[in-house]
Antibody
Framework: QVQLQQSGPGLVKPSQTLSLTCALSGDSVSSTSATWNWIRQSPSRGLEWLGRTFYRSKWYYDYAEFVKSRITINPDTSKNQFSLQLNSVIPEDAAVYYC??????????????WGQGTWVTVSS | EIVMTQSPGVLSMSPGERATLSCRASQSLNSKLAWYQQKPGQAPRLLIYGASTRATGIPARFSGSGSGTEFTLTISSLQSEDFAVYYC??????????FGQGTKVEI
């Protein structure tokens, strides 16, 4: 079955870059039947979609407006994974970060497979 | 951005009872509405998409209904494993897909 395995540090210093990776098994990051998303969750802000990448003859990227200037999502086809980079982090970026697959059955807007989550703390 | 509002915030129920959770959108969603269940320490799990279609492996006691701006998740007979937090999410105006703040179903 499809699984997403997250990795990356759980502690980031303010102003530095948060970097997480999501490795796929049972599906391909180059699949034309899926999108690959990053979502975060905090007690103060709830669940927030951050961005996605997907392949449809070429790579596409969408980002939420509130992080657009600081975020990069990159696919890595050689390792069948995708990554999140969030620059210039602030304490309000502390959250549990999830990677998730967008479901073709739901028009790619609902998320049917999730990673295990990474709790990220922002502190010096 | 579409704002999603869930009610009630907390639903106190007993096993075997019927639970009804509501989700209201600030704009019409054309049935592009999903429901998720989340248990402590776990990622959300997709229950319903397209307002009323159960995701793979989801028991029939979970059902979704509604259209336009008003949606409902019904759990016909609560099992012990159903006590959790439930979120709705719109994906009509995308991106972003915005989530509600959640309804906690507790014993």
């Amino acid at each position: 079955q499809v699984q997403l395995q997250q990795s990356g540090p759980g502690l980031v210093k303010p102003s530095q870059t948060l970097s997480l990776t999501c490795a796929l098994s049972g599906d391909s990051v180059s699949s034309t039947s899926a999108t690959w998303n990053w979502i975060r969750q905090s007690p103060s802000r709830g669940l927030e979609w951050l961005g996605r990448t997907f392949y449809r003859s070429k790579w596409y990227y969408d980002y939420a407006e509130f992080v657009k200037s600081r975020i990069t999502i990159n696919p890595d086809t050689s390792k069948n994974q995708f990554s999140l980079q969030l620059n210039s982090v602030i304490p309000e970026d502390a959250a549990v970060y999830y990677c998730a697959r967008g479901s073709m059955g739901a028009g790619f807007g609902a998320f049917d497979i999730w990673g295990q989550g990474t709790w990220v703390t922002v502190s010096s | 951005e579409i704002v999603m509002t869930q009610s009630p915030g907390v639903l106190s129920m007993s096993p075997g009872e019927r639970a009804t959770l509501s989700c209201r959108a600030s704009q019409s969603l054309n049935s592009k509405l999903a429901w998720y269940q989340q248990k402590p320490g776990q990622a959300p799990r997709l229950l319903i998409y397209g307002a009323s279609t159960r995701a793979t492996g989801i028991p029939a006691r979970f059902s979704g209904s509604g259209s336009g701006t008003e949606f409902t998740l019904t759990i016909s007979s609560l099992q012990s494993e159903d006590f959790a937090v439930y979120y709705c999410q719109q994906y009509n105006k995308w991106p972003p897909g915005t989530f509600g703040q959640g309804t906690k179903v507790e014993i």
